[in-house]
């Protein structure tokens, strides 16, 4: 089924640990989104990438960093975790960058506690 | 600059009566607009969008939205609620280079 995928579902994590967020999208979709959802915030961006090879801070990127190594594949990492980064984490891809009409397509989310 | 107000954070509804879900854009050009939902524990699936060629927008499940640039407003609407209808409902406005998301509205649907 084609869609974006994202691992693990859910992640207990201690304060300090690295971690790795995983998205992969089967859509040929040129831009990827990382976001993360907080109670009364709604969707913050965190990066993005509008191609492969190529990646973009959004509006909260302190404490994520990501890469784009191939079309199909866009990780989050945490290098060093701290409980504030407690949320929900979506992916997201679009078939071009950019805003206008591209719309999104989301995957089923992340949710990390860091503890 | 693009933003976005969604006047609810929560609408409670019977079934079978009509949804109203509020949204005000700001934009300094003309937008393009979406309706996402997010149903507990899921991603986000796009409802509708606008993207000027209509001002009234119908959506997949029985929902549209009419863009009122005099108002600044894309209202979600829907005849009759479902109770499968419950979810979260976000409102979005496109900039020049990202999506611009509200903060959300809660449906609640009662038998």
């Known amino acids: 089924i084609a869609g974006i995928t994202q691992a693990p579902t859910s992640q207990i994590l201690a304060a300090g640990r690295r971690m790795t967020l995983r998205c992969t999208q089967d859509?040929?979709?040129?831009?990827m989104y990382w976001y993360r959802q907080d109670l009364g915030l709604g969707l913050r961006l965190i990066h993005y990438?509008?191609?492969?090879?190529?990646?973009g801070k959004g509006e909260v990127p302190d404490g994520y960093s990501v890469s784009r190594a191939n079309t199909d594949d866009f990780p989050l990492t945490l290098a060093s975790a701290v409980p504030s980064q407690t949320s929900v984490y979506f992916c997201a891809s679009s078939r071009l960058a950019g805003g206008g009409i591209n719309e999104q397509f989301f995957g089923p989310g992340t949710r990390l506690t860091v503890l | 600059a693009q933003s976005v107000t969604q006047l609810d954070s929560h609408v409670s509804v019977s079934e079978g009566t009509p949804v109203l879900l509020r949204c005000n854009y700001s934009?300094?050009?003309?937008?393009?607009l979406f309706w996402y939902v997010q149903h507990p524990n899921k991603g986000l699936q796009l409802l509708l969008k606008?993207?000027?060629?209509?001002?009234l927008v119908k959506g997949i499940n029985g929902f549209e939205a009419e863009f009122k640039k005099s108002e600044t407003s894309f209202h979600l609407t829907k005849p009759s609620a479902h109770m499968s209808d419950a979810a979260e409902y976000f409102c979005?406005?496109?900039?020049?280079?990202?999506?611009?998301f509200g903060t959300g509205t809660r449906l609640q649907v009662f038998p």
């Open positions: 979005v406005v496109s900039g020049s280079d990202k999506l611009i």
């Open positions: 606008y993207t000027s060629a209509a001002t």
């Open positions: 934009s300094s050009y003309s937008p393009s």
């Open positions: 859509m040929r979709h040129n831009a």
């Open positions: 990438s509008n191609t492969a090879g190529t990646t």
